[in-house]
C-alpha cells in the first residue's frame, strides 16, 4: 500500500537573486549560423536626412554616432546628405566639427581621420528658429542641391525636438512644399518623418499629436521611434519565442508564475532637468519602452513578420492589459525619487518628478489571466541592467518531502537580458553530486558575444535603416501609441495629484516601498547588484 500523498505545499518565493542559492554556471555555447528567415533587406534608396534639434543630445548621443556606424557598414546608399537643424548659426564644417568628439564618445567604432572626412562631408547645416521662413526656404535649397546630387527628392525628416514644437516645425514643412502627403502609386520620392518619444505627454495631447500629424501625412509616412524595439535582444524575443518549439507551449498562465521587467540604470537625469521635470520615469520609459518589450514577450503569434501584422498582435496584446484603478495605484504602483535629484540642474527644489517607478500589470487574455507583470524602471540605482524574468512555477514537491523542500527547490528562471552582457539565461535546480538528494541551482548561460563573436550594432542604427527603406515594422503604430497612454493615464493623474514619491539613495535598489508592493504577492524582486 502506498503513503496518502501529502498536498503539494506552494515554494517559497523566487529567491532575490539567481545566485542566491548553490549556483553552477557555464558560459560555454557553440553558435551555428543558419540563415537569414527574413526577405533579404534591400539597400535603402539614397535619402537626405534632415535632423530637427541637431545640436542637442540626441544627435551628438546617438543620431550622429548611429549614421556614422551605417557608413562604415556600408548600410547607407550612396550619396548620403545629413543636414542639421538647429538655432545658432553654424557652417556645415564647423557643425561636423561639434559633432566629432561626440561620435568618438559614443560611436561603437573608433573615428578614424579618412572615414570621418568621408562622413563629414555628407554634412550640413540650417541655422535659424524654427517658426522662421527663412529657415525653411534655406533648408529647401540645401534638400534641392542634395537631390541634384542623387538623393533624388527623398527624404526622412528627425523631429528630435521638444513635441510641443512639432505642430510649427510640419506646418512649416509643408507650408515650404518640403512634405506631400503619400498617395498609393504615385511614385513619387519618399517623404518620411521620424517623431522621438515621448510622442506627447498624457492620453489627450498624444491623440491631438496624431491627429495633427495625420492631418500632414499619411500613417505609412509616420514613424514613431522606440529606440528600444531597434535593439538585438528585443528583437530576438520573438525568434527565441516563435522559432523554438520548448518555449511556446509553456509561454502562459499554466506554467507562468509571474513576470518581471527591469530597467535599471546607473546614470541620472544627465543634465535634461527641464526634459525630466516635464516628463519622469512613467512617460521617459514606461509608457513606451517597457509596455514595448511586454507586449513582445506576451503577444500571440503574428499571421507573419509583416509591419500590420506584428503590430496588430502587439496592439491586441496591449487592448487586453487590464486598465488600472485607484486601488491598483494605491496598491501595485510606487514612485521613487533619488535623493540629490532636487539639486539637479533645472529641477525644483520640492520636485514630486518620479525617478523611479514600479508597477503591476495584469493581462485579461486567454493566455494570461491571472499573471502578474511586474514593471519596474529607475535612474541612478545600484546597477545598470534591463531585463526579463520569466519566474515559472513551483513543481507539487509530493517526491521532496524533507521540512525546507519548499524554500530548497527554486523554480525555474528564464532570463532574457536585454542589456548589458545580451544573452539568455535558464536557472533550473540539478542534484549535487553526492549520496545524499541535495539540489542546487545551476544556470545556463548564452551571451550574443560569446555565440555570434560579432558586434551587435547600435539600435538607433536599425531604426534609421529600416526608416530609410520604408519598413515600419519596428516602430509604433498610432493605436498602440494610444492604448499605452490610456494605460498609464490613472498613474499619472493620480500621482500628478497628490505628492508623496518615496525618496531612495543614489545607488541603490530604489525605494523600499517598492519591495514591500512585490512582498505582499509573496514574491520579490531580482536582486540589483552593485559592482
Ligand atoms: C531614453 C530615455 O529613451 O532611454 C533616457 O529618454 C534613458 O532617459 C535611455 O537613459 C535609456 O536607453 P538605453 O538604450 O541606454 O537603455
Redesign the pocket.
Given at each position: 500500500m502506498t503513503e496518502p500523498q501529502k498536498p503539494a505545499t506552494p515554494a517559497a518565493p523566487a529567491p532575490p537573486s539567481p545566485t542566491a542559492s548553490v549556483t553552477a554556471s557555464s558560459s560555454s555555447v557553440t553558435a551555428e549560423i543558419l540563415g537569414d528567415l527574413a526577405t533579404k533587406r534591400r539597400r535603402p534608396d539614397p535619402t537626405a536626412i534632415v535632423i530637427f534639434g541637431a545640436t542637442g543630445d540626441l544627435a551628438g548621443r546617438k543620431l550622429a554616432p548611429a549614421l556614422y556606424n551605417m557608413m562604415l557598414d556600408n548600410a547607407m546608399a550612396e550619396p548620403a546628405a545629413i543636414i542639421g537643424v538647429s538655432r545658432g548659426e553654424l557652417t556645415g564644417p564647423q557643425f561636423a566639427e561639434r559633432l566629432k568628439p561626440r561620435v568618438a564618445e559614443f560611436s561603437r567604432r573608433k573615428v578614424e581621420p579618412a572615414m570621418w572626412d568621408k562622413f563629414a562631408s555628407t554634412l550640413d547645416y540650417v541655422g535659424g528658429d524654427f517658426d522662421s521662413d527663412a529657415t525653411y526656404i534655406a533648408l529647401k535649397a540645401k534638400l534641392d542641391a542634395a537631390a541634384a546630387r542623387g538623393t533624388r527628392g527623398n527624404r526622412i525628416f528627425y523631429l528630435s525636438t521638444p513635441p510641443a514644437v512639432f505642430p510649427l516645425v510640419l506646418q512649416k514643412l509643408q507650408q515650404h512644399a518640403l512634405i506631400e502627403r503619400a498617395s498609393q502609386g504615385s511614385g513619387k520620392p519618399s517623404c518620411r518623418v521620424i517623431v522621438e518619444?515621448p510622442f506627447g505627454r498624457d492620453l489627450n495631447s498624444a491623440r491631438q499629436l496624431n491627429e495633427m500629424i495625420g492631418g500632414y501625412l499619411h500613417e505609412s509616412q509616420i514613424y514613431r521611434i522606440d529606440?528600444?524595439l531597434g535593439?538585438e535582444t528585443v528583437q530576438n524575443i520573438l525568434v527565441l519565442r516563435f522559432g523554438n518549439s520548448i518555449f511556446e507551449p509553456l509561454w502562459n498562465r499554466n506554467h507562468v508564475d509571474f513576470v518581471e521587467i527591469t530597467?535599471a540604470?546607473t546614470?541620472g537625469i544627465e543634465g535634461r532637468g527641464a526634459f525630466y521635470e516635464a516628463t519622469g520615469v512613467v512617460r521617459?520609459?514606461i509608457q513606451n519602452?517597457l509596455l514595448q518589450v511586454m507586449s513582445l514577450v506576451t503577444m500571440e503569434v503574428p499571421a507573419s513578420f509583416s509591419a500590420d501584422d506584428v503590430r496588430d498582435e502587439k496592439s491586441q496584446l496591449l487592448r487586453s492589459v487590464r486598465s488600472l484603478d485607484l486601488n491598483d495605484v494605491a496598491n501595485h504602483c510606487v514612485r521613487g525619487q533619488y535623493r540629490g535629484y532636487r539639486q539637479e540642474d533645472g529641477v525644483a527644489p520640492d520636485s514630486q518628478t518620479p525617478t523611479f517607478a514600479a508597477m503591476r500589470f495584469m493581462i485579461d487574455s486567454w493566455r494570461w489571466q491571472g499573471v502578474p507583470f511586474y514593471l519596474r524602471a529607475g535612474k541612478k540605482l545600484a546597477e545598470r541592467l534591463?531585463e526579463v524574468n520569466i519566474h515559472f512555477r513551483a513543481v507539487p514537491l509530493v517526491l521532496f518531502k524533507e521540512e525546507a523542500a519548499g524554500s530548497v527547490l527554486q523554480p525555474a528562471v528564464l532570463t532574457l537580458r536585454i542589456?548589458p552582457h545580451e544573452g539568455i539565461s535558464l536557472r533550473f535546480v540539478a542534484k549535487v553530486p553526492g549520496e545524499n538528494i541535495n539540489v542546487g541551482n545551476v544556470l545556463m548561460t548564452m551571451t550574443y558575444a560569446d555565440a555570434f563573436k560579432r558586434p551587435i550594432s547600435e539600435?538607433y542604427e536599425r531604426l534609421l535603416l529600416d526608416c530609410m527603406r520604408g519598413d515600419a515594422t519596428l516602430f509604433n503604430r498610432r493605436d498602440s501609441v494610444d492604448r499605452a497612454w490610456e494605460l498609464i493615464q490613472p498613474v499619472l493623474q493620480i500621482w500628478e495629484a497628490t505628492p508623496g514619491v518615496h525618496l531612495y539613495e543614489a545607488g541603490s535598489a530604489g525605494p523600499p516601498a517598492a519591495d514591500d508592493m512585490i512582498a505582499r504577492d509573496g514574491r520579490c524582486w531580482r536582486e540589483l547588484v552593485r559592482s
Open positions: 518619444k529606440h528600444y535593439k530597467a540604470e546614470i521617459d520609459i519602452h534591463t542589456q539600435a
